[in-house]
Structures are given as C-alpha cells and as structure tokens.
C-alpha cells in the first residue's frame, strides 16, 4: 500500500513554538502534562505544573522559573486512579497538553480525566493529531517505522488522530481546532465542561465501533477535516489571559 503524503499542509509554526507564545501570551496560572519524554514542552512552562511520564528522560532544565512542579512517573491512568492534578495544586488546570502514548483509546481516556480537572475557560492542547502519512498512524510502532514505501521513516504518531472525530461526534459542544503546526498538527479544545460525563458514558460504546489501521477512515479525516492556519496570537485573540 503506497503511503499518504499530506506533509504540505502541515507546515505552520513548529508546536512547540505555538505552545511557547501561548503561555507567553495567556499566562496560564496552572500547566497539565502528560508524555514529557525529554522535557521539550515541559520546560516551556513558567507556572506551578504537574506532568506524568512512565519514564522521564529530561536532559534540560524543566524546572525553570516554576514556583512548584510535581513529577509522577507513572502511567497516566495509574496516575489518575491515585491523584487529580487540581488537588495536587490546589486550583484548576488553565492549560494542559496531553502527548502521552499515541493509541486512540489512551488519548481519549486522557482527555476525559482531564477535562474534569479544568474549568470553562482551560485549553487542552493535543498533539499528534494530523499526521501527514498513513503509515506513521499503524498501531503497531514497529511497522509504524519501517522505511519500505513510507514517506515519513521512523515517524510513529498512531491513530491518536482518531479522537478529533470522536470528539466531534459526541461532544459537539466543544470548540475544537486542528492547526497546522509542524510537523504533526496541534489540536486546541476550548469550551470545556468538567461536568460532562458524556464521553466517559459511552466510553465502551465508542470502542465497540473502533476500526484498528483502517486506510479509508485515515483518507476520510483528511478530506473532511477543517486545517486552521492557526497561531497563538489567533488563538489568544478568542482567549482572554489567566492571569
């Protein structure tokens, strides 16, 4: 099967970039992270800040200015089952990113244990979630990576894109935009409600209708799915600042 190649129409800024203005510029009073791996969004945070990693790996400073930061090395369902990150730090969380194991379910559970920390006003961002190829979205990481007939060799962003759809259909209430940022795509969902449980009720329904590697849906997204040429000035614009 010849690979997808939508890699030029995810070149906007670099995510990382777009996640640094957007605490600059909205001073979130609170950071949520899940999936550090090597602290390069981590160490973009000024604020108190909780993250989970199974495994962390930081080579850099990703205490920074930060008042408190509390490290929990463990999976994020583990974590969840244990703690919230709201009582953690006493307040809401203003911002969160979620980049932790790339499979469609693990992402939905993630968003749906973190949704219910925030308030109204938060923004979860989500990475991973426009991938320019389809193979780089094979569940199985190790055929992910393979660089027969794969455009993109040794990328390995899953099917987490999958959630952006489901969110759509269930959750209609929220607001959600896809950027373009480089080189994977960032997802911004505003208009949260910690009161839904819509999605944890259908949680099991959801997976029953789930397709594993499916070629049709991934080419499905990509033609229906509106792409925002989108910065954090854009975004803070529809977002007054935290603090």
Same mark, same amino acid.
């Given at each position: 099967?010849? %690979?997808?190649? #939508?890699?030029?129409?995810?070149?906007?800024?670099?995510? =990382?970039? !777009?996640?640094?203005?957007? #605490?600059? *510029?909205?001073?979130?009073?609170?950071?949520?992270?899940?999936?550090?791996?090597?602290?390069? !969004?981590?160490? =973009?945070?000024?604020?108190?800040?909780?993250?989970?990693?199974?495994?962390?790996?930081?080579?850099?400073?990703?205490?920074?200015?930060?008042?408190?930061?509390?490290?929990?090395?463990?999976?994020?369902?583990?974590?969840?089952?244990?703690?919230?990150?709201?009582?953690?730090?006493?307040?809401?969380? %203003?911002?969160?990113? =979620?980049? @932790?194991? #790339?499979?469609?379910?693990?992402? =939905?559970?993630?968003?749906?244990?973190?949704?219910?920390?925030? /308030?109204?006003?938060? &923004?979860?961002?989500? #990475?991973?979630?426009?991938?320019?190829?389809?193979?780089?979205?094979?569940?199985?990481?190790?055929?992910? *990576?393979?660089? !027969?007939?794969?455009?993109?060799?040794?990328?390995?962003? @899953?099917?987490?894109?999958?959630?952006?759809?489901?969110?759509?259909?269930?959750?209609?209430?929220?607001?959600?935009?896809?950027? +373009?940022?480089?080189?994977?795509?960032?997802?911004?969902?505003?208009?949260?409600?910690?009161?839904?449980? &819509?999605?944890?009720? !259908?949680?099991?329904? &959801?997976?029953? /209708?789930?397709?594993?590697?499916?070629?049709?849906?991934?080419? +499905?997204?990509?033609?229906?799915?509106?792409?925002?040429?989108?910065?954090?000035?854009?975004?803070?614009?529809?977002?007054?600042?935290?603090?």
């Amino acid at each position: 099967m010849k %690979d997808a190649n #939508h890699g030029p129409d995810v070149v906007g800024k670099n995510y =990382l970039e !777009t996640i640094a203005n957007i #605490h600059s *510029i909205l001073k979130p009073r609170s950071y949520f992270e899940i999936g550090v791996q090597f602290g390069n !969004t981590l160490e =973009l945070a000024k604020c108190e800040t909780v993250a989970v990693d199974p495994y962390f790996v930081c080579a850099k400073n990703i205490l920074g200015r930060k008042p408190r930061c509390f490290l929990y090395q463990q999976t994020s369902d583990d974590f969840f089952k244990e703690t919230r990150p709201s009582k953690v730090l006493g307040k809401p969380v %203003d911002l969160a990113f =979620l980049d @932790g194991m #790339h499979l469609f379910e693990f992402l =939905l559970r993630d968003f749906i244990n973190t949704e219910r920390e925030c /308030t109204t006003d938060s &923004i979860i961002l989500m #990475h991973d979630c426009l991938p320019p190829g389809y193979k780089m979205t094979i569940r199985d990481m190790k055929m992910a *990576i393979e660089p !027969t007939d794969n455009n993109f060799p040794g990328w390995w962003a @899953g099917d987490v894109w999958k959630v952006v759809p489901t969110l759509l259909k269930y959750r209609p209430d929220l607001n959600i935009t896809v950027t +373009d940022c480089a080189p994977t795509g960032l997802v911004v969902v505003t208009n949260l409600n910690p009161e839904s449980t &819509i999605l944890q009720d !259908t949680y099991e329904e &959801i997976l029953k /209708t789930f397709k594993a590697d499916s070629r049709d849906e991934y080419d +499905d997204y990509w033609r229906s799915i509106k792409i925002v040429r989108e910065t954090a000035l854009n975004i803070a614009a529809r977002h007054r600042p935290f603090a």
